[in-house]
């Protein structure tokens, strides 16, 4: 096994646990590897495999979900494929935001940088369609951050009353929402 296979089956132990509660043991069991595996993989211990976790979903979310945001065509439509995209990357939202697991406790200290980052692209992506859309900068700017919430929000609600619904509500309503001229 690589190190971007084993980052991607950690994904799962640190949306489940947090980076407090991935334990070796957990992050053994979820990759098969012994801890000298891991350490071979990833020398830096749990802070290198939080890392590539980053890492590995960051990527996939700049390909999946912000770069319909990036090509060209109509903001309603690359608003939909972001949609689309998020429906799948959490899993209809089911599946934490490893950006929320990673802003608590002691991985905030830890990961804040990156969490910011990846926070910001995705703002700045969304606020770039909203503009285009004929918003301008600070519109497009607090609408795409009421997104981000909103979509958040939705994650925490759909988990905590285990129902799909307000995820799948949000997503469906955010392209009007969104686009809506004052």
């Not at 109509?74 to 949609?83: C, D, V």
């Not at 503009?131 to 958040?152: F, N, P, Y």
């Not at 929000?153 to 809506?180: C, D, H, I």
Request: aromatic share 8%; hydrophobic share 40%; charged share 20%.
């Amino acid at each position: 096994m690589d190190k971007i296979e084993a980052s991607r089956r950690l994904v799962n132990v640190f949306r489940q646990y947090g980076y407090e509660g991935a334990t070796l043991s957990r992050i053994s069991k979820a990759t098969g590897l012994g801890r000298a595996s891991l350490y071979h993989h990833f020398p830096n211990g749990k802070q290198g495999m939080a890392e590539a976790v980053l890492e590995y979903v960051n990527q996939w979310f700049n390909e999946t979900v912000l770069n319909p945001l990036r090509v060209g065509g109509e903001p309603l439509e690359r608003i939909q494929a972001m949609n689309s995209s998020l429906k799948q990357f959490y899993n209809c939202g089911q599946d934490a935001c490893l950006l929320a697991v990673f802003s608590l406790g002691e991985s905030d200290d830890l990961f804040h940088k990156q969490v910011s980052q990846a926070l910001n692209a995705w703002i700045d992506s969304l606020a770039q369609v909203l503009q285009e859309a004929g918003l301008s900068e600070t519109q497009a700017r607090q609408r795409a951050e009421d997104a981000v919430m909103q979509i958040q929000g939705a994650l925490v609600l759909t988990r905590g009353l285990n129902s799909t619904l307000p995820f799948e509500r949000v997503l469906q309503e955010l392209p009007n929402r969104l686009l809506q001229i004052i």
